[in-house]
């Protein structure tokens, strides 16, 4: 049992993954995930390491007479760093958006929640057609400085990934604009 709890801790779960429209444009993701930072991960970003983790989105449709279609593949990344002098935790996307946070649970609680994210285009999808959806969220060691990413290949606690998480999805389903 107290394996399961290790294996648990290096893991990030999908607690949900929901599309909603977004008016005429459009689908946006809306996901919450679940990890801690281990002891090591932590303390790399205490001491001013910034961490970057990539959500995942994959929509496919499936064809019975060839590997399925790849409809959209897109991703994005959240930088989480700690700022020393100020003694504040910044959560930044990529859009350019920082926001400063006293404490690292909290800083943690906009990572771990990915709201609005637009991710379909209304012209990229068929109405009544079934597609797959796919979401994940990984720590991308890959953004990281090069001497961390080394380090990071060898190491098992810079290893943090979630499962794909499926759903179906069908224009009928969610609201034709």
Not at 50 to 58: A, H, R, S
Not at 131 to 146: G, H, I
Request: no cysteine.
């Amino acid at each position: 049992m107290w394996m399961a709890n290790v294996a648990r801790a290096d893991t990030i779960a999908v607690e949900r993954a929901s599309l909603e429209a977004d008016g005429a444009t459009g689908w946006s993701l809306d996901a919450r995930f679940s990890f801690d930072l281990n002891s090591s991960l932590e303390d790399a970003v205490n001491k001013g390491i910034p961490l970057y983790f990539t959500t995942e989105f994959v929509l496919t449709r499936g064809r019975w007479y060839w590997f399925d279609e790849e409809t959209v593949r897109t991703q994005q990344s959240i930088r989480l760093s700690f700022q020393p002098l100020t003694r504040e935790y910044r959560v930044s996307t990529g859009s350019g958006l920082q926001l400063a946070f006293p404490s690292l649970k909290d800083a943690l609680a906009v990572v771990q929640h990915v709201t609005s994210w637009h991710v379909i285009d209304r012209n990229e999808v068929s109405n009544d057609t079934i597609y797959q959806a796919s979401v994940r969220m990984q720590l991308d060691v890959a953004l990281m400085p090069k001497p961390f990413q080394i380090d990071a290949v060898n190491n098992r606690d810079w290893n943090l990934a979630s499962d794909w998480k499926r759903f179906s999805f069908t224009v009928s389903d969610h609201g034709k604009q």
